[in-house]
């Protein structure tokens, strides 16, 4: 497709469950990133991809949160043990270069999750 | 640490009156500054950004932003607001470690 492909766009997980969220990029854009999007609050940064490496994870909250790009396109961002406090929007991004400063971020229309 | 503060959760204007959206940023250098829109169901969308040079920049959907390194605003403005730019509004910088950072975002409703 043209743009940033997320699914599912909405999921409703039970508290301990484990849950996989998959952003499909811009075909040939270098670089990946994952957002949480708390309801009312900006999007916060979870983690980087140039390629399939991941460079900064560093927003990443817990050890529950894993994200990998494996062959330098797909990306997934699993949950694992999901909590409460992890229902958010989760925004993916991807950008043509392999500098977040020099590059427009082309967004997906994010994934819902719903911790009950 | 950088940062970026919207002072303003939520504003209302008129349709067809000006319009300013506040942002000010706190950075040790010539920042990198983004404002971005969010439409109710749709992903972010880039409006307009500012890396150097001149300080008014133009964006789309008219739309624009002034730097203003004194102030360390970056403050996006319309001169004439219309119903389909009610919207969430984000201004948001790149960090020394080559992330962009989100503000908490400004909601805008427009009144007919």
């Keep these: 497709g043209a743009g940033v492909s997320q699914s599912p766009r909405y999921k409703v997980a039970k508290r301990g469950q484990d849950v996989a969220l998959r952003c499909d990029p811009i075909s040939g854009h ?5 957002y949480q999007q708390a309801l009312g609050q900006g999007p916060e940064f979870l983690t980087y991809f ?27 961002l699993k949950i694992q043990r999901t909590q409460q406090e992890d229902s958010a ?22 994934s819902r999750l719903t911790v009950l | 640490a950088q940062s970026v503060t919207q002072p303003d959760i939520h504003i209302t204007v008129s349709e067809g009156a000006s319009l ?6 706190s950075y040790g ?17 880039l409006l307009l950004k500012y890396f150097s040079g001149d300080t008014l920049v133009q964006g789309i959907k008219g739309f624009e932003a002034e730097f203003k390194r004194s102030q360390s605003s970056f403050n996006l403005r319309k001169p004439s607001v219309h119903w389909s730019d009610a919207a969430e509004y984000f201004c948001a910088v790149v960090t020394m470690d080559d992330k962009i950072i989100f503000g908490k975002g400004t909601r805008l409703h427009i009144l007919p």
């Excluded at chain 1, 270069?97 to 967004?107: C, I, K, M, P, S």
């Excluded at chain 2, 010539?30 to 439409?39: G, K, N, R």
């Design chain 1, 30 to 34: 270098v670089s990946l990133f994952w």
């Design chain 1, 50 to 76: 140039q390629n399939e490496a991941q460079l900064d994870k560093s927003g990443l909250p817990s050890d529950r949160f894993f994200a990998e790009r494996p062959e330098g396109s797909v990306s997934t």
């Design chain 1, 89 to 110: 929007v989760y925004l993916c991004a991807s950008s043509w270069t392999g500098q977040a400063n020099t590059g427009e971020l082309f967004f997906g229309e994010g």
């Design chain 2, 20 to 25: 300013e959206l506040r942002c000010n940023y």
């Design chain 2, 29 to 45: 250098a010539t920042p990198y500054l983004f404002w971005y829109v969010q439409s109710p169901g749709q992903g972010l969308q």
